[in-house]
């Protein structure tokens, strides 16, 4: 191994005292200081938002010895040591109104044994403005104000609106002593995966320069391309002959798996560092990043706003919307997007709209393998035992079999679905056919309530026509009128074609018809 990786180590000290890799950002983390004083960014989990913090807070203490042979050593000249006040809301569950002020008193409790505690029997926020006043003064210098997930306390309250709205009142008055207190203050960076806008936190920080969508600083987390191919070069060599492929096979294969990150439009492709990092650590690719976290209140989010899964693939967005969360509860495509599950894939300059997508595989297939157990019915409730054979059954020919199998799917359709059981079938089927794409040529698209499907293995072609209170023969008429085989009239694989109707009555699939060419 050419190197050691920093997995889960987000403390730039450690990582430079202990010899780990490190990804020169210190060009940028110098450009970002020396240009604006209060900052905002928002990335996606376990994207190295902590190490920017870290970083930074090195820097502003004039930990001059960290940042040897790194780019900062040449740009900066004064190395100034400023009082800095770090605040983590990560690490720490938040069950009730009681652990986030906790986790404050504990911060504040800190800074107070530096600077004096006479506000001690105040208000978080009062203690937090008294203890920057206190800090300037004390030292001579103006203070820096680094908040690591910021929103992590709402994040885990989605759901429990009181909870939420306790939680977003504490902190809007506690960050809002970032704006009182401006004359004590040198620098603030705050950081999250997504932003509470509006009547939320930040509607009294409109001092914030937000850098989520900012094509100076895109980079500043994750790694680029020219990154990776730079730094990482005898690592790529190293896993391409432990996976038995050749150096650009393995390169292919860590672009498909973790690259495709855009945060902005015309950027450079941005890698998932901590997918990466597991990669090159493990000498074997995985779905490192997705399964670290599991998107549950995101597919509550979908289900709840009755959203259309096909749009995942082409879902359009302004910048403004992309900038806030607030009405997640009817569009949960802000927080995909600010969550890594969804990422710019283009944009329309005369409408000022971004075209979204899956980043990569790694998100795609992790993602669409965690809907289908929570949109279809699972007989055997083995999520892989049910993907493997359905695979198998399409690949070996046995229509009956996976037809049988995709109608388990529809089994047991919740009651309070009926009245959208036109959504809920093309959603399933959605679900069902892209699983299928992964491990055979899968194409679908849908128009006014009317899905087609071509499914290609190495021995056969299936054509699918599905009806909704219709009859499978109806469905079977329409691939025969319509001449939907005929683009594969040359093709040397057997094709079949599939009649399929839907019966709300029984909700799920009522009856299919084959017929082969």
């Known amino acids: 191994m050419s190197k050691i990786y920093p997995v889960g180590i987000q403390s730039f000290e450690e990582i430079r005292r202990g010899g780990y890799c490190y990804i020169d950002k210190t060009s940028l983390i110098y450009q970002l200081v020396k240009t604006g004083k209060y900052y905002f960014l928002s990335r996606p989990r376990r994207f190295g ?217 015309d950027s450079e492709d941005i890698y998932n560092p901590f997918s990466l990092l597991n990669t090159f650590a493990k000498m074997k690719f995985g779905s490192y990043w997705f399964e670290t976290g599991t998107p549950t209140f995101l597919v509550e989010l979908l289900q709840r706003s009755k959203y259309d899964l096909h749009r995942l693939t082409e879902e359009m967005a302004t910048a403004d919307s992309l900038g806030g969360i607030d009405t997640m509860y009817m569009n949960p495509v802000p927080i995909l997007y600010q969550s890594g599950y969804l990422t710019i894939k283009g944009y329309d300059r005369e409408f000022r709209t971004y075209e979204l997508g899956f980043p990569n595989q790694e998100v795609e297939e992790g993602f669409t393998k965690f809907l289908l157990p929570n949109y279809a019915s699972l007989p055997s409730g083995n999520l892989s035992f049910e993907i493997m054979n359905f695979v198998k059954e ?87 009128e319509k001449q939907y085989p005929l683009p594969f009239a040359a093709d040397g694989r057997t094709l079949y074609k599939i009649g399929v109707n839907f019966s709300n009555a029984t909700r799920g699939i009522e009856k299919w018809v084959v017929e082969g060419v």
């Open 49 to 265: 938002k902590s190490l920017l913090i870290s970083t930074l807070e090195a820097y502003f203490l004039g930990k001059k010895e960290l940042f040897q042979g790194l780019a900062m050593e040449g740009l900066e000249k004064d190395w100034t040591t400023y009082p800095v006040l770090h605040l983590d809301l990560n690490a720490r569950k938040y069950e009730d109104a009681a652990s986030l002020t906790a986790i404050l008193n504990q911060h504040l409790e800190s800074w107070e044994v530096l600077y004096g505690d006479e506000k001690k029997d105040r208000a978080p926020e009062e203690r937090f403005a008294w203890i920057i006043e206190k800090a300037c003064r004390a030292t001579g210098r103006n203070v820096v104000v680094l908040v690591d997930e910021y929103d992590k306390p709402m994040l885990q309250a989605i759901g429990n609106e009181p909870l939420l709205t306790d939680y977003r009142n504490t902190l809007k008055a506690f960050y809002g002593v970032l704006k009182s207190c401006d004359k004590y203050l040198r620098f603030a960076l705050l950081t999250g995966v997504t932003k509470f806008s509006k009547v939320s936190v930040f509607s009294d920080l409109n001092n914030l320069m937000d850098i989520s969508i900012d094509d100076r600083f895109a980079s500043i987390c994750g790694i680029t391309e020219r990154e990776l191919h730079r730094d990482f070069k005898e690592d790529i060599a190293m896993l391409a002959q432990k996976n038995h492929l050749t150096e650009d096979e393995a390169k292919l294969q860590l672009k498909e798996q973790y690259d495709g990150y855009h945060f902005v439009e």
């Open 394 to 480: 399409v690949r070996s020919g046995n229509i009956d079999a996976f037809m049988h199998r995709l109608q388990s799917f529809f089994a047991d359709t919740p009651y309070e679905l009926i009245r959208d059981l036109e959504l809920h079938y093309q959603n399933v089927l959605f679900i069902v056919f892209k699983l299928l794409g992964f491990y055979t040529q899968a194409e679908y698209h849908t128009s006014y309530g009317r899905v087609d499907m071509v499914v290609k293995t190495d021995r056969y072609i299936y054509v699918m026509e599905f009806k909704l209170e219709g009859s499978a023969e109806e469905a079977l008429r329409q691939i025969n």
